[in-house]
Structures are given as structure tokens and as C-alpha cells.
């Protein structure tokens, strides 16, 4: 049996498998186990908690005292909510939900996997909410399910929008399904960093991991593109002093209603503050105050803004020669650079202020004049996720 054979067979059972491993249990949460997990590239021993799944090797080489992430706070089985595909035959969507990019309205975030479930084909919803854990159970699917964490369901929405392909990637030591993070979930590659049992691992292609993936055929669910529906919306903030939410849509990674998913720019908007919304719809194109909201755009800065490594790094640049505002689009859109030629002219475009490296997307600027006539201040919500870079 080749190396092939081997990634394959553990892709195939893992896709069920629970928060356990190989990996000997921890009774203790709050001890860090810390083990030698082989050489760094400068000769010097990695270190690993299997406790905490992170980083512990200290300065010069030695184990760390406790690892990075000790205090970390993880969420236990009691947590998870589970969903039975079998109770809901009106169709589920799952999504990886991430905040808005514009709100101004004064609720909190909303952040995990959000799920809409109805009873009956064509009736309303019975669940609309966010999880930050998940375990999906039903007639197809092997015992105990298959359990979704938010970070799965947010790098897939960002893997999506930037277009990129993911798999389950199975680690070779210990059989645990791999998860691309930050940087790495937008840059395919080989070479993986376990956050299991914290050892490097090579897959027999570049690619992203991400251990949802094959949710649908487990399901024996089809995938459908999603449509853009021919549903325009012209507003004004001032007709709504309870705010504005605006997202970009993502695909679901599961979807198992009869109707067709919709692409477009997902609209809440408030008649008065901290009511259920007037608006709560998708739409093809969105008007608001004469300013039209294109729907890449909100979908990419969406994305952006879920990426750690993109912090205070999104900016809207202009070409100071003719002017044209620049959408950096591709590899541009999610790796910083100081120098690019504008998109119009060719002139060469430099960002001003301490940080140079940055992306360019024009909502940014959009936004901001956007706010000016909104009812209040928008509010920044903050996923806090951890970094994960070269």
C-alpha cells in the first residue's frame, strides 16, 4: 500500500470521528503536556502541549514552562448543539457566519456556524441561529455524526470567496483531520503543521485542508451553484433608526432544501432599535443613500476581515495620476504588498501611513462615507482569531 492509499483510507474514516485521537487523553485541562515533536529548521528541538494543541518550545530551543495557549478556553461537548437532518425535511442550510461588514445597529456579534432548519417544505423557519460548535446527525450518516467546530465553518466561507479548493487532509502520524488556518487557508501547499500532535506532515499535492469537506456526500446531498436572484433594494438610513446589517453571501457547506441558494448582499435592516428586522432579505443589488454596494466587493471584504493576518491591513486606495480606485483581485486580494500598478493607467500606487503592506478594496472608503448618514456610529466587531502565518 503506497503513501496514497494510506492519507486516503484515514480521510475516509475520520470524517466521523469525535475531538479524540491517537494522541494519549489529557484528564487535566488546565496542565500543559509538553513533548519533543522533532527538529526545527535551525537544528533545535519543537516542542508541543497535547493538552492545549499549541506551540511550547521557548527561547534557544528548550521547552517552554507552559505553551501558548494554557489559558485558552475551549468549548466541551456540552456545547455542541445537534442537529437532526431527519426532523427538518423543509431543508437546512449551514453557513460559516462571520459579523457584518456595516452596522450600525446596537447588537452583539454573531460569530460560528449559523443554521437555518425548517420542519416543512416551503414553511418558516424554526432555527435561525449561530453555533459555535455543531454535530450534525441523521439516517445517513454513521454514529456519533459528524461534529463541525466554528473555525471549520469560517476558513470555509473564506476559502470559498477567495475561490479556492479545499479537501480533507488527514495527518500521517496520528490519523487527525487537518484544518488550514489563516494565511494557509488561502495559500495551497503541502507541507502541514498537525495541530494535533504538532508534527509536520507532507500530503501528496498542495492544497487547503479543512475537515468539512465531504459533508455533503456523507449527507447524499447534491450541490447546487447558487443563483442571483433579480431583486434590487434602494434605501435610505434615515427610514431606519435602528440600523443596518450587510453581509456578503457565502456558500453553505450543506444545503438540503429543494430551493435554490442565492448569491448576492444580505440585507437587515431596523425600524426601530433592538426590534426584529423589516428587512431580512438577499438581494442582487443594494442602493443605500444613492451609494451603490457592489456584491464582490462586500463578499471580499467580508473575507477579508476574518483573516488575522489581515488586520488594519485592508485599506481603499486610489490612483493619485487618474484617480480610479483600485480592487486588488486574486493573490492581491488576501497577500499585502506596498507597490502595485493601478488598475486603469499603470501608475505606480504606494500606501501612505506606518503600514505599507496593505490590500485594497474600495468598500472600505464606501463605508466609511456611508456612515456619515447613519443613525449612529457603526459598530467593530472583533472574531479575534489567532494568527497563523509563515
Known sequence: MNDYSL?????????????????????DPTTCNIVSVGRRRDGGTRYWCLTHKADATAKYGVPAEQCKRHQTVTTDDGEIFTLDLDLYPGGIALWGAVPPVYDTTE?????????HARPAKGGSKSIDQSYRR??????????????????EAIYY???????????????????????????F?????????????????????????????????ACQVSS??????????????EDYPGGLQIWGTNPSFLWTGEATEEDGIHVHAFSELGASATIDETYSEVIIDGVTLDPVMVR???????????????KSLSCPACGSDQFDRGLGAHTPQAIRPCSSCSTEIKASGIIRN?????????LDRLVLAAPRATQQHELDLEPETL
Not at 18 to 27: A, C, L, Q
Not at 188 to 208: E, M
Not at 358 to 366: C, K
Open 185 to 217: 487557508s488561502v495559500h495551497p501547499h503541502r507541507r502541514h503543521l498537525c495541530s494535533n500532535c504538532g508534527q509536520h506532515f507532507q500530503d501528496f499535492q498542495k492544497g487547503v485542508g479543512n475537515p468539512i469537506c465531504g459533508i455533503r456526500e
Open 157 to 183: 466561507m473564506v476559502s470559498s470567496v477567495f475561490q479556492y479548493q479545499m479537501s480533507r487532509i488527514a495527518c500521517t502520524y496520528c490519523g487527525h483531520l487537518h484544518l488550514d488556518k489563516d494565511f
Open 107 to 115: 447588537f452583539g456579534i454573531d460569530r460560528g456556524i449559523h443554521v
Open 300 to 314: 471580499v471584504l467580508m473575507a477579508q476581515t476574518a483573516l488575522p493576518s489581515l488586520k488594519d491591513r485592508v
Open 224 to 237: 447546487k451553484p447558487p443563483i442571483s436572484p433579480n431583486r434590487p433594494l434602494n434605501i435610505r438610513q
Open 358 to 366: 496593505v490590500v485594497s478594496n474600495p468598500l472600505v472608503g464606501i
Open 7 to 27: 492519507i486516503q483510507g484515514s480521510r475516509q474514516k475520520s470524517l466521523f470521528q469525535t475531538d479524540t485521537s491517537v494522541v494519549p487523553t489529557i484528564t
Open 134 to 151: 455543531l454535530r450534525v446527525i441523521g439516517k445517513h450518516l454513521e454514529e456519533p455524526g459528524i461534529v463541525i467546530s466554528e473555525l
